[in-house]
């Protein structure tokens, strides 16, 4: 049907005077009927509440899901409209001569003279034959005819007499929806499906966390379950063994009391009773500040706590950038020279540690450890999938230090247990490059 022809219908239509801007939601396009001999086609056009046509038959596939239906009444509605779309040239073969004589079915009382005059602008016209100088096909232009051609007793006698539809707008919107809320909800649904998806709740182990944080406490922690960032206040909280709460935070979604804490809405954010503030780095120090002598992960000389602060910062500006820069980075020269940069930085940090450790500073859990546990995950559950990272080489220092990690009664706790939705943090790495190993 061209869009022309649509428009045309949105003028000429005078039973409804309201302009909508989706034609089918009052006719539905049934047919489309061609001619070998003939320079024009005829569409065919049925109101909405003629009913259903047949369905398809029955699947027999005993997996197909079935639907439920409600069958719309038939025949609440014996409108239908023939548009005639005649080729540019059409009037210039000879002996032809258009369908009623070219003209709209005014003399049935449907279309009005005023009414079929509106075409033109729309650049579409209805034919007048009794001004052929007007004519549109008399200069090979392509036109349309408007027909009712049906007859179904406008006067109630069945006897041919075109009527009225049986109904108006409203009782149609009521019917069928309106179409222009339907291309609505298509489109919103399109753009769901392009929207970057990520895994909202948590899995394994964390979902038990979740659980277990999920009363009401003056203490709340607003995350995602997969940000590295909240993981450090997350690990700390659950190493310290203070009560709080956790808020999952769906990041298209956030909830107005992580904006009235952070404007831009970003996680993590801590509130106890009137106090609230954002950024893990603040976070940790804030813990421990606040609660020096619950599991401290702080030293308690001074010249050792401004090293691990040194130290904390050296995984933030050195380590963080180079983790990322070779897990999002496509072309394989560069990935070979992120991974060495990886590989330096990590090296310097575990050269700097505590020699016997486990962990970084010694025995026990540190504050170091806290700010770079999420990335040692993610280098054996993301890295090694996507750019072929080795295990570290067994008795090494590495070794030991990423194995108090993945042993450590607290930190397990708060990852997900399944890789994918690791995976899914990073729609734009590829899978593992072959030749890139580097070991420890």
């Known amino acids: 049907m061209a869009p022309r022809s649509l428009q045309l219908i949105l003028t000429c239509l005078g039973r409804y005077n309201t302009y909508f801007p989706h034609v089918d939601n009052v006719y539905s396009h049934r047919s489309t009927q061609k001619y070998k001999k003939k320079p024009f086609v005829s569409h065919y056009w049925d109101c909405r509440l003629k009913g259903r046509p047949p369905g398809t038959p029955k699947s027999d596939d005993p997996n197909k899901k079935k639907r439920k239906r409600t069958a719309r009444e038939r025949d609440l509605c014996d409108v239908k409209i023939k548009i005639t779309e005649y080729f540019p040239g059409a009037l210039q073969q000879a002996g032809f001569e258009p369908e009623n004589g070219g003209q709209p079915a005014s003399s049935n009382g449907f279309f009005g003279s005023n009414e079929a005059a509106q075409g033109s602008q729309f650049g579409v016209s209805i034919v007048n034959p009794t001004h052929p100088a007007s004519h549109p096909g008399a200069n090979s232009a392509r036109y349309y005819t408007i027909q009712r051609v049906n007859g179904n007793g406008g006067n109630g006698k069945g006897d041919g007499v075109p009527g009225p539809h049986k109904h108006d707008l409203a009782e149609s919107d009521r019917v069928k929806k309106n179409s222009v809320q339907r291309m609505m909800s298509k489109k919103e649904k399109e753009d769901k499906k392009q929207q970057k998806t990520y895994h909202k709740k948590a899995s394994g182990t964390a979902l038990m966390t979740v659980k277990k944080h999920s009363k009401d406490h003056e203490l709340k922690l607003y995350g995602s379950c997969h940000c590295p960032f909240v993981q450090r206040v997350w690990i700390a909280l659950e190493a310290k063994g203070v009560p709080y709460q956790y808020v999952e935070v769906d990041q298209l979604k956030k909830p107005q009391a992580l904006l009235d804490i952070s404007n831009a809405g970003l996680v993590p954010a801590l509130r106890s009773n009137n106090f609230s503030m954002s950024d893990s780095t603040v976070l940790l120090e804030y813990l421990e500040d606040s609660m020096p002598n619950v ?76 700010m770079f546990a999420p990335w040692m995950l993610r280098l054996s559950r993301v890295m090694k999938h996507y750019r072929g990272w080795q295990d570290p080489v067994g008795g090494t220092r590495w070794a030991a230090w990423m194995d108090a990690i993945e042993t450590n009664e607290h930190i397990p706790y708060v990852f997900c247990d399944s890789f994918s939705q690791f995976a899914t943090l990073f729609p734009n790495a590829t899978s593992k490059d072959e030749g890139i190993h580097v070991s420890m």
Do not use: C
């Not at 070979?336 to 590989?343: C, I, M, R, V």
């Not at 050269?351 to 962990?359: E, N």
């Open 295 to 370: 599991a401290p992960m702080m030293p308690p000389h001074p010249q050792d706590r401004a090293i691990a602060r040194l130290w904390a910062s050296h995984i933030d500006r050195k380590i963080i950038p180079a983790f990322y820069s070779l897990l999002l980075n496509q072309d394989f020269a560069k990935q070979a020279e992120y991974t060495k940069k990886l590989q330096d930085v990590i090296q310097t940090l575990v050269h700097s540690s505590d020699a016997i450790g486990p962990f970084f500073m010694g025995p026990y859990l540190s504050y170091v450890d806290v």
